[in-house]
């Protein structure tokens, strides 16, 4: 299986709302609601932000939200913060998506 | 609070073998499945192996099928990942991490493993 496909970078203004999408084949989504987000700072490990589509772990900012609509799924952070630059990458069951790097302008 | 830390990474030559080791504490261990994920330099994350949590059952990507054995040792808290017949397209930070329903919910701080001669 190739993985999900991502935007490789995607930037916004802080304040701002962002979307990154993540595009797979009807295979790929198999019809469930897997769906996961991961953040990741460099040289560290990965987060869980989003998961089941648009269920937020305890502890996760509401500023991030998930989506999903056919093929592809979207997460979506609102009010942009400098913390937030990190590099995001999307799940479905165990296939990873490209990875999407958010720049916060 | 979950801890999953990894080690036995290290510079291996090309066909040789390495065992990964992950120590969990914090929770209880045997009734989560457990996955290794690695990411190549520069690279995005790849799933490489996930095992129930009795061990009956071990999962791998195409690429690693044959060549990796996922393990676990419930009475130690650990899990391990036998690699061998490495490559150079091997090379890469393998992370530990707890499976909940396909939800990778906490993973260790991750082992280089750099395959090369």
């Known amino acids: 299986q190739s993985a999900l496909t991502q935007p490789a970078s995607v930037s916004g203004s802080p304040g701002q709302s962002i979307t990154i999408s993540c595009t797979g084949t009807s295979s790929d989504f198999g019809g469930d609601n897997y769906i996961s987000w991961y953040k990741q700072y460099p040289g560290t490990a990965p987060k869980v932000v989003i998961y089941d589509v648009n269920k937020r772990p305890s502890g996760v900012s509401n500023r991030f939200s998930g989506s999903k609509s056919g093929n592809t799924a979207s997460l979506t952070i609102s009010g942009l913060q400098a913390e937030d630059e990190a590099d995001y990458y999307c799940s479905s069951r165990r296939l990873f998506g490209g990875g999407t790097k958010l720049t916060v302008l | 609070e979950v801890q999953l830390v990894e080690s036995g990474g290290g510079l291996v030559q090309p066909g040789g073998s390495l065992r990964l080791s992950c120590a969990a504490s914090g929770f209880s261990f045997s009734p989560y499945w457990m996955s290794w994920v690695r990411q190549a330099p520069g690279k995005g994350l790849e799933w490489v192996a996930t095992i129930q949590g009795d061990g009956s059952e071990s999962y791998y990507v195409d690429s690693v099928n044959r060549r990796f054995t996922i393990s676990r040792d419930n009475a130690k808290n650990s899990l391990y990942l036998q690699m061998d017949s490495l490559r150079a397209e091997d090379t890469a930070v393998y992370y530990c991490?707890?499976?909940?329903?396909?939800?990778?919910?906490?993973w260790g701080q991750g082992t280089l493993v750099t395959v090369s001669s």
């Open positions: 991490a707890r499976e909940d329903w396909y939800r990778f919910d906490s």
